[in-house]
């Protein structure tokens, strides 16, 4: 456990935020109320056409268990995946998971709730935290030349 106490920032937001979708996967993120008949909802992985929802968590899950299995050294991973750092694949995989979360909202924004919306800053926060572990490895993109103040 003292390994996990190494976390990078980005490790850390990205663990956290993993955490947080996957808690937030079983709360509703859309509700409609039938009156005298009750209310309905659905969570993360029973959403309608919920093939974006679960594929965005499932993503999460994964930067999250990477980086714990990374750092307590239960699997041997390579210091790149092809020929991106692993703070430029979270950062991918992190946008992509946002990008999902966002195209589910956008597809149908009648009858959300609030689970939806933790869902967004959540991904939001994993794309973040593979931008700061990129920035960390020393990975970032170098700022384009401009003119010297």
Known sequence: MDKLKNLT???????????????D???PWYSVDLGPFGSHSKNGWGAPDSFFSILAILIG????VQVILHRLEVVEFPDKLGNLAWGMVHTIAGGIAFLLVLLKWLSNSDFTTFGLYIGLLSTAALAAGGFLSMKEQGAAPASPPGPSV
């Open 25 to 27: 996967s079983i709360l």
């Open 61 to 64: 899950v994964a930067m999250g």
């Open 9 to 23: 920032v980005g490790e850390r937001v990205i663990v956290i935020a993993a955490i947080v979708l996957l808690v």
